[in-house]
Nanobody, 121 residues
Framework: QVQLVESGGGLVQAGGSLRLSCANS??????IGWFRHAPGKEREFVSG????????RYADSVKVRFTISGDNAKKTVFLQMDSLKPEDTAVYYC????????????????WGQGTQVTVSS
């Protein structure tokens, strides 16, 4: 079984930073992604990372500002979010799959419960 737990969300002013964590307490999943869902908008892909092939991808809206990384031993993936903007406000979800295609197409097998990120102007 796979259980994903996100943490690190909160309230921050525009221009500030937050670091989200996604801890997997179950069997190893090689591809992890971050998605976000803002009120009135569709869920969107933010960033993805694969342990075994070095795949790393970002949405155009977060490139340069966000950085995804992982601690293989702890089965934890991080999303460092810098230069945050009010439009980054959303619930951020961590998701896991066996391959990056499932992450990039928004069809991962497992999802976390989400963590709220609010950026004030």
């Amino acid at each position: 079984q796979v259980q994903l737990v996100e943490s690190g969300g909160g309230l921050v002013q525009a221009g500030g930073s937050l670091r989200l964590s996604c801890a997997n307490s179950g069997r190893t999943m090689y591809s992890i992604g971050w998605f976000r869902h803002a009120p009135g908008k569709e869920r969107e892909f933010v960033s993805g990372f694969s342990w075994n092939i070095g795949w790393r991808r970002y949405a155009d809206s977060v490139k340069v500002r966000f950085t995804i990384s992982g601690d293989n031993a702890k089965k934890t993936v991080f999303l460092q979010m810098d230069s945050l903007k009010p439009e980054d406000t959303a619930v951020y979800y961590c998701a896991a799959a066996q391959n990056p295609y499932e992450i990039y197409t928004g069809a991962p097998e497992y999802w976390g419960q989400g963590t709220q990120v609010t950026v004030s102007s």
